[in-house]
């Protein structure tokens, strides 16, 4: 775990349960999870066993069925749990693995007490918001909490939307409940600029009256802007918000959000929580606390590479854990990894020229049939250029669809799922699949342990003979097809339950393709192995490349 100290716990049980709850104003992405998450991220490195929950307010069950435009990705927990991509901050930062009863969605809240009352637990009760609602989101909260000395939790949204209305009542209700918990309130707004660059804060003001109204007073409010607040401004955000001036932090733009525990240590946010959650006695002393973060996301740079990433949105929060991993590889080996997007839907001359002059090639995963024949496409062009791949769960199927067209000769080879008419289903729908018929929670999902053949590249790259990641999928390669898709070149090296879960071709610098998302357990300190094998691949063919140039010039 990142910057975990190593002495025993020195928190006191006695102490109680403590809880920050982070809401937001103004406008709805601010960044209220990432200002969480380096939060917990400096708590931690202070000696807390850190845990967090993100409420969506959403009435859908989980983030499984929507669409990466509206919330960005879908991330994967361990227990397979479909949830917000801020929960994979929260992993990533923290260095936790979390599980499904750290998401609360307004869907699983009215499931259950719905259930509930079918089944007659309330006795005859009328059942209302307040409290058989505002009762389950407690119990929830609570339950998420267990084992933990802090748990942070955040709102999704804004104050003021409708749908978050019971969830702010529930927590105005749980800040006077039980004498052993101390409670913070933490409220992320705006702060734009005016024309003549003045720091404005009436939108902060009009998000903390609003807060005010439902009974919730901020303890402490960190102001996004572009630049750090000026003296004058939190002077002036504290006098009409009724919070101390001390209390009033910034949160600023940086170029990379893992530099954001570092900033907001800057302006003391860590040690003003844990002075209002009587922690002080309890940290580790400051020379005792974990500087590890900061020397992973401070390394220096010495290299820098180009990956094209090839997918169908165009929008980065869609592939956010695939960036991220990718970053974290590069924090390993002190490469500078640039990203540049290449629309598999419409693959014109500026993107072709982006996959051209590409030194890695990325094709991540997906649903449904846009996109698929440019992904092919690029892949092609990897295999034939000796360019490193890599392929995540569809980019894995697709790495199979285009061997068996093109290498093997099986014209119309596809995906069932793209082409249910293809002569040659070199992928098909799980067996397991065929009988259902809702589409929430019902794929192959969460953490599945992989063999791996001895000898081959993903034996190499992980260092072992299996690995344990995590599944999002509901097609797999057809058996049927297996003896002749092993032909010229490609192997499937990693397999489970007769399953095939990891492809390469041994005529490649690295051709690697995984069915599982290796992304999703990918953290700062812990990159995950497929990338960081990318990247020593693609250093590999430029140290050749360099070289080539220097032989050829002398």
């Known amino acids: 775990m990142v910057g975990m100290p190593t002495d025993p716990q020195r928190y006191d049980p006695d102490l109680g349960r403590k809880f920050v709850f982070v809401t937001g104003g103004v406008m709805s992405g ?11 991220r400096l708590l931690s490195n202070a000696g807390f066993d850190v845990t967090a929950v993100k409420i969506d307010p959403y009435l859908n069950v989980d983030a499984g069925t929507m669409n990466p435009y509206q919330h960005g990705e879908v991330y994967v927990l361990k227990d397979g749990g479909e949830v917000d991509l801020d929960l994979g901050n929260y992993e990533r930062f923290l260095g936790v693995d979390m599980t499904s009863d750290h998401n609360v969605t307004t869907g699983k809240v009215y499931k259950n007490v719905i259930e509930s009352e079918r089944a007659g637990d309330y006795l005859g009760e009328t059942v209302q918001v307040i409290p058989h609602i505002t009762n389950d989101i407690k119990r929830r909260i609570r339950e998420a909490a267990e084992g933990s000395d802090v748990c942070l939790v955040e709102i999704g949204g804004t104050v003021g939307d409708i749908e978050g209305m019971p969830y702010l009542e529930a927590l105005r209700q749980f800040a006077h409940e039980q004498d052993d918990e101390d409670i913070l309130f933490t409220h992320v707004t705006l702060v734009p600029y005016s024309k003549n660059g003045e720091q404005k804060t009436k939108p902060t003001q009009h998000s903390v009256k609003e807060l005010r109204s439902i009974g919730l007073q901020p303890d402490i409010l960190v102001g996004r802007s572009e630049n750090e607040l000026d003296d004058k401004t939190k002077e002036k955000i504290a006098l009409f918000c009724d919070v101390p001036t001390d209390a009033v932090f910034s949160n600023s733009d940086v170029e990379d959000v893992y530099h954001v525990p570092l900033m907001v240590e800057e302006e003391g946010l860590d040690e003003y929580v844990m002075q209002e959650l009587d922690l002080k006695d309890e940290a580790l002393p400051e020379e ?40 974290h590889a590069g924090i390993q080996r002190g490469v500078e990894v640039n990203v540049s997007w290449v629309d598999a839907d419409d693959m014109n001359d500026h993107h072709a020229d982006r996959l051209k002059n590409a030194d890695g090639v990325v094709v991540p995963g997906g649903f449904g049939s ?42 119309g080879a596809d995906s069932t799922e793209i082409e249910p008419d293809t002569p040659h289903p070199v992928i098909d ?10 589409m929430g929670g019902t794929m192959r999902l969460g953490t599945h342990e992989t063999q791996i053949e001895e000898g081959t ?54 051709f690697l393709g995984t069915q599982f998302h290796p992304e999703f357990r990918s953290r700062p300190d812990r990159a995950s192995p497929p990338f960081v094998g990318l990247l020593d691949a693609i250093l590999d063919e430029q140290g050749d490349a360099a070289a080539d140039e220097t032989e050829v010039s002398a």
Not at 308 to 327: C, I, N, Q, R, T
Request: with cysteine; glycine share 8%.
């Open 457 to 510: 590249l993903a034996a190499a790259v992980y260092d072992d003979t299996s690995c344990t990641e995590r599944h999002r999928h509901r097609y797999e390669v057809n058996p049927e097809y297996i003896p002749q898709l092993e032909a010229d070149g490609l192997t499937f090296s990693g397999y489970a339950d007769n399953r095939m879960e990891i492809v390469e071709r041994e005529d490649h610098p690295y």
């Open 30 to 40: 601010l960044g209220k999870g990432i200002t969480a998450a380096s939060t917990g």
């Open 429 to 438: 729908l799980l067996p397991e699949q065929y009988e259902t018929e809702e």
């Open 288 to 327: 005792k606390r974990s500087t590890e973060w900061r020397d992973l996301v401070t390394r220096e740079r010495t290299e820098s590479v180009d990956v094209a990433l090839v997918g169908k949105y165009d929008l980065e929060d869609a592939y956010m854990s695939v960036h991220e991993a990718l970053k």
């Open 370 to 411: 846009r996109g698929t024949e440019g992904k092919v496409e690029a892949i092609r062009h990897a295999r034939e250029n000796d360019v490193p791949f890599l392929g995540l769960c569809l980019g894995f199927q697709m790495a199979v669809i285009e061997h068996a067209r093109n290498v093997v000769g099986l014209d």
